[in-house]
């Protein structure tokens, strides 16, 4: 049962318990409903408009766009999901996070409006971001797509710029179990005559087809732009547009400088109406920054706080631990929820991990210690498969208009069963304690599988004073 609107002026916190109650199911996908409310609203976002859909980078690529605007001098409001330690994490305004007062505001807007129609969670709150963004005003908006593209409540908008970051399988049970299912769906967020920039190496063919069926400027990384880099700098090539001597992202990650190029493609196809200068470009990279992305912390034992949570995810994960050197012993900390491809996911970081510290995920969608121990062992119990993953290479010699960023890795060998040990804990903060009381200042400590598992351990960390989200 719904529990009752909360009364006028009550907290953000009375609200997000009561918009948990509001709809029958927590994920609803469809336009129709969400549609209608924002007509009785008259939302409107005078501004431009980027949305970035694809199943992992989304949040990395929005960061780097959001940095590098901001550095040009634009009013930018960014929307992402979900949240760290804090629900306003999703809704920024100029680089600052939205404050509660100003989203009870526009919930209590929503409410009003709604007359009867039922909203979920996600939708509710993007109402709330977008009427908070129409208020600003704003230059641009960078809007993460919550799940799929063709009926995320994302979608109620007409981008002028999409960006899709890859195609992988995840979310199956509602996008559908094969990439060309899954692209078809997220290629929705395309618009007829808008850039359309497809930074996924191997692009379903499905992702093709949709954009040229409706007439969407498609960009495809390694045809319409490109990158290439060496130890010092990198290189952005595109249409018509070259980017030299670039420094490094500060995000960390083997994908980074893909995801970097799609923003600056979008910024490219945007140039009439966005200028974006070099030296923008060069700081907005140089100081982005987006907690539990590959972020490792600073000090002794090394601390590395990963969201991914899916097979694609965990490959690039491993390939990243892989270039971070020799560790005599690496202890992850381990929660997921009982949706995602758990035995997959797990099973392209075995090799890599000497303890599993399992944690239970509380809610609906958690996944028990003892779920995820089972899994552990039976996986460690059989010969590592082959990681099919497509790597983005992160060293290349040749041109940005020549790179083929595309190229199969070579298969790694399968690796011989060995004993791991493996434990369980109640919450990921008391598996990340044992963590710590178990690993040297020569060993690594891994925390990954979920936004609910990296969350409770940042906290920990920011309670006790370290800078770990900045």
Not at 20 to 34: N, V, W
Not at 101 to 116: F, H, K, M, T
Not at 250 to 277: I, P
Not at 406 to 430: H, L, W
């Amino acid at each position: 049962m719904p529990l009752s609107a909360p009364s006028q002026g009550a907290a953000l916190a009375d609200w997000l318990a009561y918009l948990e109650t509001l709809h029958p199911k927590a994920i609803d996908l469809g336009l129709e409903r969400i549609r209608a409310v924002a007509g009785r609203l008259s939302l409107s976002l005078d501004c431009v408009k980027i949305t970035v859909a694809g199943t992992n980078g989304k949040g990395s690529t929005c960061a780097m766009l959001e940095s590098m605007l901001l550095t040009a001098g634009y009013k930018v409001g960014k929307y992402t999901s979900p949240h760290l330690l804090r629900f306003n994490e999703r809704i920024r305004v100029n680089g600052e996070e939205a404050s509660d007062a100003d989203i009870v505001a526009q919930l209590e807007r929503i409410e009003a409006a709604r007359d009867g129609v039922t909203l979920t969670y996600f939708e509710m709150t993007t109402l709330a971001a977008l009427l908070l963004f129409q208020a600003a005003p704003l230059d641009v908006a960078v809007l993460e797509v919550g799940l799929g593209g063709r009926l995320d409540a994302v979608n109620l908008i007409d981008a002028d710029c999409a960006i899709l970051t890859s195609v992988d399988l995840d979310h199956t049970q509602y996008l559908g179990n094969t990439r060309e299912a899954i692209g078809l769906e997220k290629a929705h967020v395309f618009r007829a005559g808008k850039p359309a920039i497809c930074a996924d190496p191997v692009p379903p063919q499905t992702v093709i087809d949709h954009a040229k069926a409706i007439g969407a400027d498609l960009w495809r990384v390694g045809v319409d732009f490109n990158y290439s880099g060496d130890r010092q700098q990198w290189a952005y090539g595109g249409r018509s547009q070259r980017r030299n001597a670039l420094g490094y992202p500060a995000l960390r990650g083997a994908n980074q400088l893909l995801n970097a190029s799609a923003a600056l493609a979008a910024l490219e196809a945007l140039r009439d109406r966005l200028v974006v200068t070099q030296q923008d470009v060069r700081q907005g990279l140089l100081h982005v920054s987006l907690p539990g992305r590959m972020q490792i912390l600073p000090g002794l034992p090394a601390t590395i706080l990963d969201v991914g949570h899916n097979p694609h995810a965990a490959s690039a994960l491993g390939q990243n631990l892989d270039s971070m050197g020799h560790y005599p012993h690496t202890y992850a900390v381990i929660g997921m929820l009982h949706d995602k491809d758990i035995e997959t996911t797990l099973s392209r970081l075995s090799r890599r991990v000497d303890r599993w510290l399992c944690a239970t995920l509380g809610g609906p969608r958690g996944t028990t210690a003892q779920e995820l121990a089972d899994i552990v062992r039976r996986i460690s119990g059989e010969q590592a498969p082959v990681d099919p993953f497509i790597a983005q290479t992160s060293e290349i010699s040749r041109p940005a208009g020549e790179q083929k960023p595309g190229v199969r890795a070579a298969p790694r060998p399968a690796v011989a069963s060995r004993d791991v040990e493996v434990s369980t804990f109640d919450s990921p903060e008391q598996a990340f304690a044992e963590a710590r009381r178990l690993a040297t200042d020569n060993d690594r400590i891994l925390v990954f599988g979920s936004f609910a598992t990296v969350g409770p351990v940042l906290d920990v960390l920011r309670r006790e004073g370290r800078d770990v989200l900045s």
